[in-house]
């Protein structure tokens, strides 16, 4: 079975502060998918990132980077030099086959000016 | 522009009505999915469909039914049958996976259902 634990539930930031969100997945398929959404106040999850299971380089996009290590089952997310508009919660997500992706509870990060 | 619409955005239900929830997408995606999401946990899939005409269960389809007339359409109804259907409800597409492997979802801004 696959799951997918985000633990930290909230954070707070100030501004400019870095941020890291913790994700733990478990499966026993060698081909997966990892997944990481921002859903802001307006409701829809917006789709940040997609790594699949034999692409372990990390990633770097503007302030925002992900690093996938196979070996703890992790797919953590950092985001630096917080900004307000960064406030919201954010879902990392499991998939193996086409219509089974799996999420975390989500962590609800609020970045104060 | 391409996307995912969602209506209506709030909807209060007596106890024992049916609702339907409509989605329409424009992106001509072939998979369309349905999910629901209460306060603290992730998305649970209720419905999802790959193809028009066929559609299957996800992990809680209990008290719900959805129809794919249309490639572009999935509503979902929430039954009289579902005990607790107050919940935030993300109707979602996605381009069939193929070779290039499991495509991301692409999600509606959802609709607030209330039971009254």
């Known amino acids: 079975a696959q799951k997918v634990t985000q633990a930290q539930t909230e954070i707070s930031v100030v501004e400019k502060e870095d941020v890291t969100l913790d994700c733990v997945y478990e499966?026993?398929?060698?081909?997966?998918?990892l997944f990481w959404y921002k859903q802001p106040p307006s409701g829809e999850l917006v789709f940040l990132i997609r790594?699949?299971?034999?692409?372990?380089q990390n990633e770097i996009s503007g302030r925002y980077s992900w690093n996938f290590q196979k070996s703890t089952s992790s797919f953590n997310f950092t985001i630096t030099a917080s900004q307000v508009v960064d406030s919201a919660v954010y879902f990392c997500?499991?998939?193996?086959?086409?219509?089974?992706?799996?999420f975390g509870a989500g962590t609800r990060l609020t970045v104060k000016p | 522009d391409g996307g995912i619409t969602q209506s209506p955005k709030y909807l209060f239900r007596k106890e024992g009505q049916n609702v339907t929830l409509s989605c329409e997408q424009n992106l001509n995606h072939d998979a369309m999915y349905w999910y629901r999401q209460d306060p603290g946990q992730g998305l649970r899939l209720i419905y999802y469909?790959?193809?028009?005409?066929?559609?299957q269960k996800g992990d809680i389809a209990e008290g719900y039914s959805v129809s794919r007339e249309k490639k572009e359409s999935f509503p979902l109804t929430v039954t009289s049958a579902q005990k607790n259907p107050t919940a935030f409800y993300l109707c979602?597409?996605?381009?069939?996976?193929?070779?290039?492997?499991?495509?991301?979802?692409?999600f509606g801004e959802g609709s607030r259902l209330t039971v009254l």
């Open positions: 997500a499991l998939s193996v086959t086409d219509n089974d992706m799996r």
């Open positions: 790594r699949n299971s034999f692409d372990e």
């Open positions: 499966t026993r398929d060698t081909t997966y998918y």
């Open positions: 469909s790959q193809i028009v005409n066929d559609f």
């Open positions: 979602a597409s996605s381009i069939e996976a193929g070779t290039s492997g499991r495509g991301e979802l692409f």
